[in-house]
């Protein structure tokens, strides 16, 4: 259950401090309107809650005026069915997906043939074929790796025809050619940018193409097929060289919080590479720090001979290793250490929001602290309270827009099955991970740092109405980090905050509480967000769940075959994402002065994501009862 741990680590780590909630709201939450319990333990695994009303249509719009959008999630108790996918999507083209196709177990050689006889047997354009394909092709690596599909591709591509010519004819090699160059194609097109990271599969690719031009003389309806596949390799060989300057140039991209550059921060986000390089602040004890640049996917090993080189460890009369002498740790703004393998690669995406990395002798890994909270509290950006929260919320959107549009299809593969076969990057899902955990602690330190009552209170109501923006905008990402947000322990337990929000705030956050309720499997956000058209921004954690769950319920290898239909399984969650990719965003923006310096805020805000502290605000503001 490895991997199910991990995706569970990872939402616990959004939520284990709500599941401490157990603060009695019943005297400023009177009769009904007491906030659920439910709402504490936003993503536990499989522990179904008390059944909350379910949430209003996806049309329902919604207006700056609380009163008004409270009017709008009134009478919402209709009891809805739950839809029948585990991920809580419709099939893709509307298919019910009961063909015979998927139901098989063979090994992997046998289930490129098997891909490749459904192509040649069945109509042009035939969903259940294309659907079969694109099964293989998202789903390949985690029983075949790229080298070896190409290997047999280009097995298929030149092996004879015997035994098949009396049925077919001269059409045969033809047609079984076609076939082939046509998985070839799907798969490098599939594949984008992350082909250009995979020598051995460029390699491959250019040797198939060669090949195929000398068939196409013979074999003339090739040309089709053999002409997206010289335009592939094409694409692939107009790559500059990688020492080249002007590569160099583009690829040093920022994370979230490398250097605060107005400008930086108003870039359009493009999908990180291994290959691209970042700038990266690693501290020495004393918490003076060295800035390097460094690969997306460079190795510890590599991280810590460029530090090494900084803080001159290193000497060229030193015959000691330097990797004896330097460890790379990160540590969490709690305190919590995380001590890195030599032989670890693409580090930088899995740290925290405030994790930092430093560089130490063994002996001084245990006098490791953290920088000081102070550096954290200093408050940039715009007063909440005097933004427009239509326009915050659009900026929110977009940027989470920009991630997701990150993301490749295959990094949800990559990382539900990473620890088992496969060991890819998955830096782009990891950044929209690390954007929910941001999310969710900035609504808690905006709060939390605001001292006035009154204006704690009209904090509390901008966040709700934010939220409410969020989900009339269908991006449920930020909306269940919002709620979350106001659902942390420190800031549930303001009672006299709470107390002095209007009561039509207070019912319209309880309809928030419930779709975010976990009972019954999240019944109430899956038939939501089956009502609502693309573009969809969902809640990818859930997601994630979903796809480890599959993993983890269904063996990979049934008797050493490949079970394909947990591939399709897995396979029809991830074109879910598609389905909610498949249309452009329209935002509507403002072009007031503000527009640019509340989008550079909401790219890169400044939290606490340590929840003593957190809790340490808290008490400030409205200490303990004696």
Not at 311 to 338: D, F, M, Y
Not at 533 to 541: D, E, L
Request: aromatic letters at 8%; proline letters at 5%.
């Amino acid at each position: 259950m490895t991997g199910m741990k991990q995706i569970e680590k990872f939402l616990k780590k959004q939520t284990s401090t709500l599941t401490r909630s157990r603060v009695d709201k019943d005297s400023f939450f009177p009769g009904t309107l007491k906030r659920r319990p439910s709402a504490s333990k936003i993503l536990p695994f499989l522990k179904d809650a008390v059944p909350g009303n379910d949430s209003p249509s996806p049309k329902d719009e919604f207006s700056s005026d609380l009163g008004c959008l409270e009017n709008k999630w009134a009478d919402t108790d209709d009891e809805l069915t739950s839809p029948s996918l585990s991920s809580g999507e419709m099939s893709p083209n509307g298919s019910t997906l009961s063909s015979k196709l998927w139901h098989f177990s063979d090994t992997p050689e046998n289930i490129v043939e098997h891909v490749l006889e459904g192509l040649m047997e069945t109509p042009k354009n035939s969903i259940d074929t294309e659907i079969l394909l694109d099964d293989f092709l998202l789903t390949h690596s985690v029983f075949m790796p790229t080298d070896k599909l190409l290997q047999v591709l280009h097995k298929q591509y030149s092996m004879g025809v015997a035994g098949k010519a009396e049925n077919y004819n001269e059409v045969y090699p033809e047609l079984k050619k076609q076939k082939v160059l046509k998985i070839a194609v799907d798969w490098a097109e599939k594949c984008k940018d992350l082909l250009l990271e995979d020598e051995t599969a460029v390699k491959l690719l250019k040797d198939l193409n060669t090949i195929a031009k000398k068939d196409l003389r013979l074999y003339p309806n090739l040309k089709e097929d053999m002409s997206r596949l010289q335009r592939t390799v094409e694409k692939v060989e107009i790559r500059p060289p990688e020492d080249c300057s002007c590569l160099r140039k583009k690829q040093i991209k920022p994370l979230f919080r490398h250097f605060s550059r107005t400008d930086i921060c108003l870039q359009q986000r493009e999908p990180l590479r291994g290959t691209d390089e970042i700038f990266c602040r690693i501290y020495a004890t004393d918490h003076s720090y060295v800035t390097i640049k460094s690969r997306l996917s460079a190795s510890v090993h590599d991280i810590v001979l460029s530090v090494a080189e900084k803080l001159q460890h290193c000497e060229e009369e030193s015959k000691v290793p330097v990797h004896t002498n330097l460890l790379l740790v990160a540590i969490r703004s709690s305190g919590e250490k995380t001590m890195f393998r030599l032989d670890e690669d693409s580090v930088f995406t899995t740290l925290g929001v405030n994790t930092h990395l430093f560089a130490c002798t063994k002996e001084s890994v245990e006098s490791l602290v953290p920088p000081p909270a102070v550096e954290r509290l200093s408050h940039e950006g715009p007063e909440i309270n005097e933004v427009n929260m239509m326009e915050m919320a659009i900026q929110i959107t977009a940027f989470d827009w920009e991630l997701l549009n990150c993301v490749h299809e295959l990094e949800l593969i990559h990382y539900v099955f990473r620890n088992d076969c496969i060991r890819k990057r998955t830096a782009n899902l990891e950044l929209v991970l690390q954007r929910c955990s941001e999310v969710q602690h900035w609504v808690a330190t905006e709060i939390l740092m605001c001292e006035r009552l009154g204006k704690r209170v009209q904090l509390l109501k901008n966040f709700i109405n934010m939220a409410a923006f969020c989900k009339e905008k269908q991006n449920l990402f930020s909306f269940f980090a919002i709620v979350m947000g106001l659902c942390n322990p420190a800031v549930s337990r303001l009672c006299l905050t709470w107390e002095k929000l209007p009561t039509k705030c207070k019912k319209l956050f309880q309809k928030f509480e419930s779709l975010t309720d976990p009972s019954r499997n999240h019944k109430t956000y899956r038939d939501t967000i089956a009502r609502m058209k693309p573009p969809i921004i969902p809640f990818v954690p859930l997601l994630l769940k979903d796809m480890t769950f599959i993993h983890e319920g269904n063996k990979t290898f049934l008797n050493q075959l490949v079970n394909f239909e947990k591939m399709h399984m897995v396979a029809n969650a991830v074109r879910t994402l598609r389905k909610y990719r498949s249309s452009p965003l329209v935002l509507e923006s403002e072009s007031a002065a503000s527009h640019f310096q509340i989008k550079a805020y909401v790219r890169q805000l400044h939290v606490i994501d340590n929840q003593q502290l957190l809790y340490d605000l808290s008490y400030r503001l409205e200490p303990k009862d004696p």
